[in-house]
C-alpha cells in the first residue's frame, strides 16, 4: 500500500507540511528577535539559541509566552522606524519640501479651493514634516 494511497494520509501530510512550516517561521522570527533586542546581553541570547537547538519546540513555546509582548514591541518599532524611512526616502526623492507645499497650499489659496483654515492646517502640517 503506498502512502498517498488514502485521501487522510494526504490530508494528515498536508497537516504536518503546515505545522513544520508554522514552525520554522516561528523560529525564524525568534532568532531575529533575539538579535533585534538590544536589552539582552550575549550570553542570554547564546543561551536562547543553544534550547531552541537542543529543545527547539519548547523553547520556542517558552520564548513566545514569557517574551512575545516584548517580541511585538519590536516588531512595531521597526516597521515604524522602516516606514519612516521610506517616507523620507519618498520625499527626497519626488523632492517635495516643505517650502513647495505651503506654495501649493497658498496657490489653492488664492484660487478659493480652500479656505483659510484649512491652509492653516496644511502649512502646520508640512512645517510639522520638517
Do not use: C
Not at 519548547?58 to 522606524?81: C, H, P, Q, S, W
Not at 479656505?115 to 502640517?125: F, G, I, M, R, V
Amino acid at each position: 500500500m503506498d502512502y498517498f494511497s488514502s485521501f487522510w494520509h494526504v490530508i494528515w501530510a498536508m497537516f504536518w507540511m503546515f505545522a513544520f512550516v508554522a514552525y520554522l517561521i516561528a523560529l525564524f522570527s525568534i532568532i531575529t528577535d533575539l538579535f533585534r533586542d538590544r536589552e539582552m546581553n550575549g550570553w542570554l541570547k547564546a543561551l536562547w539559541v543553544l534550547f531552541l537547538f537542543f529543545l527547539p519546540f519548547l523553547t520556542a513555546l517558552v520564548y513566545l509566552i514569557f517574551r512575545g509582548d516584548g517580541m511585538a514591541r519590536r516588531n512595531v518599532k521597526e516597521a515604524k522606524a522602516s516606514q519612516e524611512r521610506a517616507d523620507d526616502y519618498i520625499r527626497q526623492v519626488a523632492g517635495t519640501s516643505p517650502a513647495d507645499e505651503i506654495a501649493k497650499a497658498k496657490s489653492l489659496l488664492d484660487a478659493g479651493t480652500i479656505t483659510q483654515d484649512e491652509y492653516d492646517k496644511l502649512k502646520a502640517a508640512a512645517l510639522a514634516r520638517q
